[in-house]
């Protein structure tokens, strides 16, 4: 494992995608590796790409790694699929979809899916990011698809979260019925190509305008008291999400949201907001790690037949449920 650490840091990428395997199989040994690479991390960029299935984000990443290597910026790309518990569709079309990176060394693509909670798939992907920030990709992209409580945990990992849409779901905005505008810091709409594009441009632009700053706070409030840095209020002017039209497979629009990418950067860097963004995400995953901590620990010290026996008797209205946490406590 000592070895497979300073492999991974002297960049040889075979010891890379083992060190990774044994990261998301929670591998014995694998949190002194993790502890070991942690002050290496913290220079990637994190580039969050979300948005509902198949609105074209594997291609958008595709042609985005492209333009960040022209610039000669090394990438990652981590594809997480929280609906599925099979990845092997997915890495196949991602596959397909990212062919064009194949074979460039500065490119490294990882597929993730489900294996057990999604809470357990957002700590591995939190892991999977830093092993690659310590192996020292400039460039991070995480791409989830659209389905909810994911997208949210997404934002607790980039630095950057674009939100994917495309025309012709009907005259919706996906993102609306989603409820993931909020967590955007740039917007894109895809498949200019199709028709409708126009009108989705102008539909989510109407959205900004209506709420996004009360929904961004209602965002970072949502771990109650704990998450105590908000983005507007550090001192900086508020960011507006800008709408990015692109059509990915031909590169349409790519420069224009690369732009966009790097002006959000700019603002974060310029409105001193990196430092609030990283310690609030520090908070947020400290939380998340002592809430699956603790409960193991819970649950470890509670025999098996006591937690039955204790659903039984709720159901059997001789206790209610708080009262029963209550002993369950005093007995832990
Ligand atoms: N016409 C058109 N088709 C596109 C565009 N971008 C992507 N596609 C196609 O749309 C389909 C889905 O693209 P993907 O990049 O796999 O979309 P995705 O959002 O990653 O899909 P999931 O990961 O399955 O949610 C593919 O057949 C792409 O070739 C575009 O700009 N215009
Ligand atoms: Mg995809």
């Known amino acids: 494992m000592v070895d497979l650490v ?33 002050p290496h991390t913290g220079h990637a960029w994190v580039i969050g790409v979300t948005g509902a299935p198949g609105t074209g984000k594997s291609s958008l990443v595709n042609a985005l790694a492209k333009a960040f290597r022209r610039r000669g910026q090394t990438v990652a790309i981590v594809a997480v699929d929280p609906t599925s518990p099979f990845s092997g569709g997915a890495i196949m079309g991602d596959r397909i979809r990212m062919r064009d990176l194949a074979g460039d060394k500065g490119v490294f693509i990882r597929s993730m899916a489900t294996r057990g909670s999604l809470g357990g798939l957002a700590r591995a992907t939190r892991d999977v990011i830093r092993v690659l920030d310590a192996a020292g990709f400039d460039v991070i992209f995480v791409e989830t698809v659209g389905a909810g409580q994911s997208e949210v945990d997404i934002v607790r990992t980039a630095q ?14 996906q993102a609306i019925k ?17 028709p409708g594009a126009e009108n989705t441009v102008r539909a989510l632009k109407a959205m900004l305008e209506m709420g996004h700053p009360a929904a961004r706070e209602q965002l970072t409030r949502h771990h ?30 790519i420069d224009d ?19 609030g963004l990283e310690r609030q995400h520090i908070e947020i995953e400290l939380y998340d790690r002592l809430e699956a901590a603790l409960m193991a620990r819970l649950l470890k010290a509670i025999p098996g037949d006591v937690l039955s026996d204790v659903i039984r008797r709720i159901q059997a209205r ?11 406590l005093e007995q832990a």
């Open 160 to 173: 950057t979260t674009i939100v994917v849409e495309a025309p012709g779901f009907g005259d919706d905005v």
């Open 318 to 328: 001789e206790l209610d449920p708080q009262s029963a946490v209550n002993t369950i």
């Open 178 to 194: 989603a409820g993931i505008l909020e967590i955007a810091d740039v917007l894109v709409v895809n498949k200019a190509d199709r």
């Open 6 to 38: 300073q492999a991974t840091l002297h960049g040889d990428r075979r010891a890379l995608a083992r060190l990774l395997t044994y990261v998301e199989n929670e591998r014995e040994g694998v949190e002194q590796s993790l502890a070991a690479l942690f």
């Open 257 to 275: 949201l690369v732009a966009a990418l790097e002006s959000h950067r700019h603002h974060l860097i310029e409105a001193r907001a990196l430092t």
């Open 224 to 253: 109650g008291q704990l998450v105590s840095v908000e983005l507007s209020s550090n001192g900086g002017e508020l960011w507006i999400p800008p709408v990015v039209k692109t059509v990915a497979p031909e590169d349409q629009g």
